[in-house]
């Protein structure tokens, strides 16, 4: 069983298609130097996974932190905002006392939101210039040099905003720097994609655009989806799978399939009058179900091992989107400077407690699909959620609301809120990249060593 060819599989069932990493696929050789690796791989060999997640204009404090364990103990007791995260509560960490010093104003005043989300993975001070961009490269981004090339996609940049690289945003910043995390070089923001169309044909699309326009129109004449043309070979396959294999691959033929189905409604839904509005196809007109698309390409991405290293901003920092699916017809920004007013403190905290409902769902999934050594890919993904602002009312940006999900493969030590008592972020950032293999890598931006206790 396990001197089946992959290269052989895949090519039966187009190269255009991934599927789940499977022990059945794997020459035992191939197992045993994964294994041995210690680049994005855990002590069983699964592959290592890491996403930096970030949503806007920090979050309500009181909401947000959760509640102190007696004694000074570290059991991990969920907040109001953190409530939906209680099914992988396990695997979560509540990081307090991590700073960004980079992102306060200095001599440089006003422009939080630009530098809050410019410097959340990049760890730099900002060249306050709307058209001298100068930043740093992101943490993302080194992590990808490295294990890049064991994947199909070195890297996954993801938003679920708008996309700019150019003009002035923020009191005298660039564009750039708000609507961009992940950063190639100080100069060269990694533009995220906010289609789920053009993320799904990226990653399970059938090749060049002359060979996607005539698949597209095939699976037109034939009414099938680009899976119905894989069936065949999978099937054959699947007999000759490993039980556990066999069920994996339904799984994933089931899901794949699901998106595809959802992102045809979406666009089937979303079609303007072109004459009035410009709409990109394949964006839902609800944010809630464009953040779940998303998400689920990132899951798929690390199911498929596609890419290892990803990015996901919601939306950019200062954003003032309004939120009709649950009942707040003002922006966003604007009542983040809520400036003590109780109602406007409680709308923006069920914006935050939104979120978070997406990022539960986006975790529940992760950790309800096995990896290659049996655990799940939660366990094997560090995943950290979190703000360049602290306080939006008053644009801090130390004690920054930040989450680590994921074991790290069991290098992580879950279930638990921890105070780091005024550390840089970065440092967290140091300590994960030793894990994914980047063990050169003795400073980061403002880092002033490894955050022990993770």
Known sequence: MNNLNRRNFLRGISAAIAV?????????????????????????????????????????????????GKDGDKELKLSRTLAPLESVKDSLQVLEGLDMEPAQPGA??????????????????????ATDIRAGVSIDQIMAAKVGDQTRFRSLELTCDGIRTSGECDSGYSCAYQYNLSWASPTTPMMPEANPRLVFER?????????RASNFQQRLKQQKSVLDFVMADARAMHNRLQHSDRHKLDEYLTSVRSIEARIQKAEKFNMPDVAKVATPNGIPDEYSRHIELMFDLMRLAFQTDSTRVATFSLAHDGSNRAFSEIGIAEGHHELSHHQHNEERIEKVSKI????????????S??????????????HNSMIVYGSGNADGNRHTHTNLPILLAGKGGGSVASGRRVDHQGKPLTNLFLSMADRMGVEELNSFGDSTGRLKDV
């Open 20 to 68: 789940p990493a499977m022990t059945s696929l794997a020459p035992a050789r191939a197992l045993a130097a994964a294994r041995s690796a210690s680049a994005a791989t855990t002590s069983s060999g699964a592959p290592l996974r890491t996403a930096f997640i970030h949503f806007p204009n920090g979050a309500i404090p009181k909401a947000w932190w959760p509640e102190a």
């Open 108 to 129: 440089d005043g006003a422009g939080d939101h630009a530098r809050g989300n410019g410097t959340f993975l990049t760890g730099v001070r900002l060249k306050k210039s």
């Open 203 to 211: 990653l399970f699309g059938s090749g060049l655009p002359d060979q």
């Open 352 to 363: 935050d407690l939104f979120y978070t409902q997406q990022l539960a769902k986006f975790l």
């Open 365 to 378: 999934g992760l950790d309800s699909v096995k990896d290659t050594d049996g655990n799940s890919i939660l």
